[in-house]
């Protein structure tokens, strides 16, 4: 597609359920990230995906949040157990190439995640 | 880690001018500059290297002192299109493409 496609769009769960959010970057891009947003407030990294090598897991707040990247496109971002404090957006963004500096991120709508 | 932008809001009438400013307390590889509207995704905007350059978008442009580990985001003659939450993102090294975000600096320019 043109731009980094996230879905759903807008996600109600209860406290205590799995959920999975996905992204569909750029085509060609070989960088992905992912960010969470809560209300009023900046963007918080959580995790990259670069080409083949293993992902930065550093901004990962626990356990219970996990993702993947099969065949270098597609990504899935999984919060187990979910909490009230994991309501936020989740944002995915892309880019070019890691490794070269200049390159914009592109992101997604994100994945409004609401946790009853 | 995080770099603190400041100020945290500001309100301008069309056709004036503000500054932004992002600062890390830790070395710089490279500043990126956002803008995100109420409910949108963010939108790059430009990137400012290591090396002090200085970059210009329409009328906005921005400045990196890599002594002062400190950006610049410049606003000229706003427009009521300018309005929105800038965001600065550092990069501490070459090569990684992680940043890390600051908390965000609101602008709302009225007419």
């Known amino acids: 597609g043109a731009g980094v496609s996230q879905s759903p769009s807008n996600k109600v769960t209860e406290k205590g359920k799995d959920v999975e959010l996905r992204c569909d970057p750029i085509?060609?891009?070989?960088?992905l990230y992912w960010y969470r947003q809560s209300l009023g407030q900046g963007l918080e990294f959580l995790i990259y995906?670069?080409?083949?090598?293993?992902?930065?897991k550093s901004g990962l707040p626990s356990d219970r949040f996990s993702a993947e990247r099969t065949g270098g496109s597609v990504s899935t971002l999984t919060i187990q157990r979910t909490q009230q404090e994991d309501s936020a957006v989740y944002l995915c963004?892309?880019?070019?190439?890691?490794?070269?500096?200049?390159?914009?991120?592109?992101f997604g709508d994100g994945t409004r995640l609401s946790i009853l | 880690q995080q770099p603190v932008q400041s100020p945290q809001a500001v309100i301008l009438r069309e056709g004036e001018d503000a500054v932004i400013n992002c600062s890390s307390s830790?070395?710089?590889?490279?500043v990126h500059w956002y803008r995100q509207k109420h409910g949108e995704a963010p939108v790059f905007l430009m990137i400012l290297l290591k090396g002090g350059e200085q970059k210009g978008h329409e009328k906005i442009s921005a400045s990196f002192n890599e002594k002062k580990q400190q950006s610049s985001l410049y606003l000229t003659a706003s427009q009521l299109s300018y309005s929105g939450t800038y965001f600065c993102?550092?990069?501490?090294?070459?090569?990684?493409?992680?940043?890390?975000f600051g908390q965000g600096t609101t602008l709302q320019v009225k007419p």
């Open positions: 995906f670069q080409g083949n090598s293993a992902p930065d």
């Open positions: 993102g550092t990069e501490r090294y070459s090569n990684t493409g992680k940043l890390i």
């Open positions: 085509s060609g891009h070989t960088a």
């Open positions: 963004a892309s880019s070019l190439a890691v490794g070269v500096s200049n390159q914009p991120q592109h």
């Open positions: 830790k070395a710089l590889y490279s």
